[in-house]
């Protein structure tokens, strides 16, 4: 079979590709010729591949990472009159579902331009008597300060709930980020290291979470479809009211094909992310973030983010480079900030404030090549006047 076209030809260097060759495209047609398509052996396969991958007891396959962080809120007893604690430099999808189960999101400050995770000491002051939980990210792969996060938790009986929707494969001292707090969140969205279209994981020990979970994602329902066609079940009984967020066979396949590719994959992405790294040192008005992570971690490289000397920069900069088609983003504008979450915060949040008009995200995708790199570098260096 003949590999398929990229879909992202408009642009030299996109922000992110998917790669779709052979064994991706022989996974899905599978799955169409056998005639089951929704919840079924795959998912289960994929599912029992991801907890092993993570080293986790439990992984439930949803439909979006949305989705998982949802069910994570609402399976922990997130609810109204809670507070729950996230970072502001965050997709929007943590604090939207937060507010979706009926809690008030109080958003938190970064630790400053080199490392963009969440402030351990931040979040201390954000807690009160309502509040329940802590939503950490491993921002663009990077394990959080676990460490802190865990002993703060611990101090005051707060649960943590990880969004490590870009860190598949990121370890925080050995241990998978997704598995260190209450319940670890996944997104397989298409720009995501392990992109199925639309898809997610939810991760847990818990067996009682994991339960909770499991009706949740399934209209509370005690049986699934793939069970009575089976003859494995007759009957069901619904315990809560629950959503239909589950995963289909489809994605479960493309998933799996991805999954063993991952390790290689991100070791790919590090080596770009390096290539960045040494292309701008020693550059004054751009640096690279998360140059000084801990040895002891290691990253899934999910974004190239670079941080600028000057907010007046970026314009004139994703300008050139667009002009050059390639394609730049920003991870991300605080939600804190959004006319929707406007008002909600007391304090101000400067770290986040100063650092995220600087913020620019370069192309960065396990494909890309190095003349694309090299582009990327040239183009930029270009653009704020530092070619060498
Ligand atoms: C992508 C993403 C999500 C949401 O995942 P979807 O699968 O798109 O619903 C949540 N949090 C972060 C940090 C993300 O990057």
Same mark, same amino acid.
């Given at each position: 079979m003949k590999d398929v076209a990229p879909s992202a030809d408009a642009w030299r260097v996109p922000l992110s590709d998917v790669?779709?060759?052979?064994? %991706? =495209?022989?996974?899905?047609?599978? %799955?169409?010729?056998?005639?089951?398509?929704? @919840?079924?052996? !795959? =998912?289960?396969? +994929?599912?029992?591949? +991801?907890?092993? +991958?993570? /080293?986790? !007891?439990?992984?439930?396959? *949803?439909?979006?990472?949305?989705?998982a962080l949802h069910l994570a809120l609402m399976a922990t007893g997130c609810g109204p009159g809670d507070d729950v604690l996230v970072p502001s430099l965050n997709f929007v999808a943590a604090a939207n579902t937060i507010v979706h189960v009926g809690a008030e999101p109080r958003f938190c400050d970064i630790r400053g331009g080199d490392d963009l995770n969440l402030d351990p000491a931040s979040v201390e002051a954000a807690i009160s008597a309502a509040t329940k939980a802590i939503v950490v990210l491993h921002y663009g792969g990077f394990p959080c300060? @676990?460490?802190?996060?865990?002993?703060?938790?611990?101090? !005051? /009986?707060?649960?943590?709930?990880?969004?490590?929707?870009?860190?598949?494969?990121?370890?925080?001292? /050995?241990?998978?980020?997704?598995?260190i707090g209450a319940v670890g969140c996944f997104s397989f969205f298409a720009n995501k290291n392990l992109p199925t279209g639309e898809g997610g994981m939810v %991760?847990?020990?818990?067996?009682? &979470?994991?339960?909770?979970?499991r009706l949740l994602r399934s209209h509370g329902m005690t049986t699934l479809t793939w069970e009575r066609h089976r003859g494995h079940a007759h009957s069901y009984d619904v315990t809560l009211p629950g959503f239909n967020y589950r995963l289909d066979e489809l994605r479960a396949a493309v998933g799996s094909v991805y999954?063993?590719? &991952?390790?290689?994959?991100?070791?790919?992405? /590090?080596?770009?992310?390096?290539?960045?790294?040494?292309?701008?040192?020693? =550059?004054?008005?751009?640096? @690279?973030?998360?140059?000084?992570?801990?040895?002891?971690?290691?990253?899934?490289?999910? &974004?190239? *983010?670079? =941080? #600028?000397?000057?907010?007046?920069l970026r314009d004139g900069v994703r300008t050139r480079l667009a002009e050059a !088609? $390639?394609?730049?983003? %920003?991870?991300?504008?605080? $939600?804190?900030? +959004?006319?929707?979450?406007?008002?909600?915060?007391?304090?101000? #949040?400067?770290?986040?404030?100063? *650092?995220?008009?600087?913020?620019?995200? #370069?192309?960065?995708y396990p494909h890309m090549t190095n003349e694309q790199l090299e582009l990327v570098a040239v183009t930029l260096l270009d653009a704020l006047e530092e070619r060498r």
């Open positions: 790669c779709v060759d052979a064994e %991706v =495209v022989q996974a899905a047609s599978d %799955v169409v010729a056998s005639g089951w398509w929704s @919840m079924g052996a !795959r =998912v289960e396969e +994929f599912e029992a591949e +991801f907890a092993r +991958f993570c /080293g986790v !007891r439990h992984a439930l396959a *949803v439909s979006s990472g949305t989705a300060d @676990m460490e802190s996060i865990l002993q703060i938790a611990a101090e !005051r /009986g707060l649960i943590v709930i990880e969004d490590a929707a870009h860190a598949p494969g990121a370890l925080w001292r /050995g241990r998978a980020c997704g598995t %991760v847990t020990d818990d067996d009682e &979470l994991a339960a909770r979970l999954l063993r590719r &991952l390790p290689e994959l991100n070791r790919r992405r /590090g080596e770009i992310l390096d290539g960045y790294r040494s292309r701008l040192a020693g =550059v004054s008005s751009i640096r @690279m973030a998360f140059s000084d992570t801990p040895e002891s971690n290691v990253s899934a490289h999910h &974004l190239a *983010v670079a =941080v #600028l000397s000057e907010a007046g !088609r $390639i394609q730049t983003s %920003v991870h991300y504008p605080p $939600i804190h900030l +959004f006319s929707a979450y406007r008002g909600s915060q007391q304090t101000r #949040l400067p770290r986040t404030e100063s *650092v995220a008009p600087r913020l620019i995200t #370069l192309p960065l």
